[in-house]
């Protein structure tokens, strides 16, 4: 795999307190952050006490070997981590391509905050589906297009309506094979 296919080496959507909300590592053997939850917990809390002052400042961050883009609506902080050599812009582009679907289309609110991320869970995942396939390359950047597939997945299928007369012949069919 060419090296400027593989951008994105986690996206961290995490509670003000440094707690998960969702987080996704896209692993390779170079992805120090990838190893065990305990250290990914560990650096999640580190990171959220530097964003805590950081985000007055100019970002973007560097973090154990990460460059980091970030950005905090109420409760919430949204990274978006790339490796050194990674271009910032992407990064920046694709932070803002996930806040972009987190839109009241999907979220229903117009705030961005956890209660409304976790109430909104099953799309989130989606939404970063969409946009970062497990490697970490970046598939999709029109926010529009995401949230359309988004809520097309997330659509509850309608029931199937038989005719009566074939709900009949069915269950005449059925009854025959079961020698009735």
Known sequence: MHSSL?????VLILEDSGKRILTRYYHDQNNEQA????????????LCKKAHLKLRENYPSLQNGSLIVAQR??????????????????????????????????????DINTRSLMLNYPSLVLILDE????????????????????????KIPALVVLPEK?????????LKIANW
């Open 35 to 46: 190893t065990s939850v305990k250290k990914q917990k560990e650096f999640e809390k580190i």
């Open 131 to 154: 946009i970062i396939s497990q490697a970490g390359i970046i598939l999709e950047t029109d926010p529009m297009l995401i949230v359309e597939r988004v809520l097309e997945g997330t």
């Open 73 to 110: 609506h109420a409760d919430v902080f949204f990274f978006v981590l790339g490796s050194l050599t990674c271009n910032e812009l992407i990064l920046d582009e694709t932070l803002d391509i996930i806040l972009d679907c987190l839109s009241p289309a999907i979220l229903k609110v117009d």
């Open 166 to 174: 074939a709900l009949s012949k069915a269950l005449k069919g059925a």
């Open 6 to 10: 593989k951008e994105i080496k986690a």
